[in-house]
């Protein structure tokens, strides 16, 4: 973790320490203890090495190296070891030829967002539940001083240390804790992305108000979550699953989450993008394992989720630390 070495030069040497202890206890869990990862660390060895590959870090799908880079064997050997890594959500990637078609296609997200929100160029930013890494590869494209990620779940964890690894950004890092365990930092961070996490945190008023700390004044917030239409101020709380997920907490109105982010400390607060969630965003594909928007919805009818809730709707909304 290069970052480690910058801390003071951050000016967060005040949490220095708890930091090198966090990382140091996550870092020997997930190497010793975590399945996933003892199964999946070694295999990082195995990866191609080449020397002045080509990267596109500015593109809809990232790009590493060329196909003709590797002989057929040597991309034959590197697409079973990327399959090894499955489940990839969020992508996609072309890996010296070997396209990852992930779960999410995140660059239609990445593409509502990118033209609306303030400049990246020389900015410190933080990715919370930042998953494989693309957008915080996206993000460098910009220039920014630092793009730091957030991903407690150790197979995407490993799959950003397998991208960084061929990629080779410095000014990319990802640590691998949650949002809560972050020590009380304050004023660090001029942007911070949170993404798809709110509707998974039990307290969402306690998160937006930890990423108000985390934030410089004046710094934004670029916040998308899951929502629900209508008007007036309450939150949807599905009483057991929702879309066969079963830690989904609060799915508010846009006035609802104006509120929260007011209340935790932000002002100047807009909503950029709504968009009900499509097949053409999120499918399942060969890259993962398991079950996808389709088999989440009523089949008989696409505005409904599984359980008969309103279908995925997600709202993206920025704010600035008061
Ligand atoms: C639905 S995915 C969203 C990924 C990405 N931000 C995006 O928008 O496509 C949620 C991610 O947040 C991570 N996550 C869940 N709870 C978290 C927490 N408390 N702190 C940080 N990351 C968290 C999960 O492991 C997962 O990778």
Request: net charge negative.
């Amino acid at each position: 973790m290069a970052l480690l070495n910058e801390l003071d030069a951050l000016g967060w040497g005040a949490w220095k320490q708890e930091i090198e202890a966090l990382l140091a206890e996550k870092e020997r869990f997930i190497s010793q203890v975590d399945g996933n990862a003892r199964r999946l660390l070694p295999l990082l060895e195995r990866l191609p090495q080449i020397a002045e590959s080509e990267i596109d870090l500015d593109a809809d799908a990232i790009r590493i190296g060329a196909g003709d880079d590797l002989s057929s064997q040597q991309r034959e050997e590197l697409r079973e070891i990327l399959m090894e890594f499955r489940h990839w959500r969020k992508g996609p990637f072309n890996i010296f030829g070997v396209e990852i078609d992930s779960e999410w296609r995140s660059n239609l997200k990445w593409n509502r967002i990118k033209d609306q929100i303030a400049p990246l160029a020389g900015r410190r930013i933080l990715d919370v539940g930042s998953s494989c890494g693309y957008y915080l590869f996206r993000m460098a494209a910009s220039r920014p001083r630092l793009a730091l990620g957030l991903e407690p779940y150790a197979p995407f964890y490993c799959q950003y240390l397998l991208l960084q690894r061929l990629i080779g950004e410095p000014s990319v890092d990802c640590w691998p804790l949650k949002l809560e365990e972050l020590p009380a930092m304050t004023d660090c961070f001029d942007s911070i992305f949170h993404m798809g996490v709110l509707s998974h945190q039990r307290a969402p008023i306690d998160a937006l108000k930890q990423l108000a700390g985390l934030l410089v004044r004046g710094g934004e917030l670029v916040l998308e979550t899951l929502i629900v239409e209508g008007e007036g101020e309450w939150a949807f709380c599905p009483p057991k699953r929702y879309a066969k997920m079963h830690n989904v907490f609060f799915l508010p109105t846009i006035a609802c989450l104006k509120g929260w982010l007011e209340r935790a400390g932000f002002d100047n607060i807009r909503c950029i993008d709504q968009t009900w969630t499509s097949s053409e965003e999120q499918r399942r594909t060969e890259w993962i394992k398991s079950e996808s928007l389709a088999d989440f919805l009523d089949p008989d009818d696409p505005r409904k989720t599984a359980e008969g809730h309103p279908a995925p709707l997600r709202a993206v909304l920025l704010a600035d630390r008061r």
